[in-house]
């Protein structure tokens, strides 16, 4: 999490969260409260808050996960690597493949990272990537958790618990970074303009290709439709449904590997 006194962003793994906070830092005229990477809101919020977070495409992030973890990087291939899996990190599609149903699979879920995942009891009822927002997303996220009986239950327990004002979309972050900027809730350094003007001009930072950008690298046919099936809190609550296919050429698009 990355706090001031007016904002709090909830920097969800893979989505763009080092040039958002970056950002932030750079532009948010306020004073910064707390920075780590990836942590958990306080169990008690600040009252009057704004509350943003970031999202991905899923199947756009797992395959950014594979190519990364291909490069030997990422704490989710180390502990894949850690169950005797790390054959599959072969750079190929029969590999990426392999490594999707390990990932998709609830039998896998201590080889995922975070290991909270597994230690949450959720895996039987969400993806990997549905909950690492979720964790992200209300206060004290293991409380309701705990309590989800379904994957149903776990998207309805979502929004009943979550605090998220704003939703930043890797695949529109410039547009939506915009729309953040022009609120009159918030103040910007040295203006609003400057901020807006930087927006336009700047390439997104920290980038990384995926495996199939080049053409040589075919996503299975289903890839898609298996992981819509395990991540219904992203495809029902944030839209990515199994027709959704992010960018892959434009400049302001570029993946992150934040």
Same mark, same amino acid.
């Given at each position: 999490?990355?706090?001031?006194? %007016?904002?709090?962003?909830?920097?969800?793994? $893979?989505?763009? %969260?080092?040039?958002?906070?970056?950002?932030?830092?750079? #532009?948010?005229?306020?004073?910064?409260?707390? #920075?780590? $990477?990836?942590?958990?809101?306080?169990?008690?919020?600040?009252?009057?808050?704004?509350?943003?977070? %970031?999202?991905?495409?899923?199947?756009? +992030?797992?395959?950014?996960?594979? @190519?990364?973890?291909?490069?030997? $990087?990422g704490g989710l291939s180390g502990t894949i690597r850690e169950a005797g899996l790390g054959h599959l990190y072969d750079g190929t599609a029969e590999g990426f493949d392999g490594w999707l149903d390990v990932v998709l699979d609830p039998a896998y879920a201590s080889a995922l990272n975070p290991r909270s995942y597994d230690k949450s009891g959720v895996a039987p009822h969400t993806g990997l990537l549905s909950y690492r927002v979720a964790r992200l997303s209300s206060p004290r996220p293991r409380r309701w958790m705990r309590q989800a009986t379904s994957a149903d239950d776990f998207v309805a327990r979502y929004r009943s618990n979550t605090v998220v004002d704003v939703v930043l979309r890797n695949e529109s972050l410039t547009e939506d970074l915009?729309?953040?900027?022009? &609120?009159?809730?918030?103040?910007?350094?040295?203006? &609003?303009?400057?901020?807006?003007? +930087?927006?336009?001009?700047?390439?997104?930072?920290?980038? %990384?290709?995926?495996?199939?950008?080049?053409?040589? #690298?075919?996503?299975?046919?289903?890839?898609?439709?298996? =992981?819509?099936?395990?991540?219904?809190?992203?495809?029902? =609550?944030?839209?990515?449904?199994?027709?959704?296919? @992010?960018? +892959?050429?434009?400049? +302001?698009?570029? &993946?992150?590997s934040a």
């Open positions: 999490m990355h706090a001031f006194h %007016s904002l709090a962003y909830l920097d969800v793994e $893979k989505s763009g %969260s080092t040039y958002v906070s970056r950002f932030l830092r750079d #532009f948010l005229d306020d004073d910064e409260v707390a #920075f780590r $990477k990836h942590v958990e809101l306080e169990d008690r919020p600040p009252a009057g808050r704004l509350h943003v977070i %970031s999202v991905r495409d899923p199947l756009d +992030t797992y395959l950014s996960l594979y @190519s990364y973890g291909c490069q030997g $990087k915009e729309a953040l900027v022009r &609120r009159t809730d918030l103040e910007w350094r040295p203006s &609003r303009a400057v901020a807006l003007e +930087t927006l336009r001009a700047q390439r997104r930072l920290n980038t %990384s290709r995926r495996l199939d950008d080049d053409g040589a #690298f075919t996503v299975p046919h289903d890839a898609r439709r298996r =992981v819509a099936a395990r991540e219904r809190l992203l495809t029902e =609550v944030f839209g990515y449904d199994d027709g959704h296919r @992010s960018s +892959t050429t434009e400049a +302001t698009h570029a &993946r992150s």
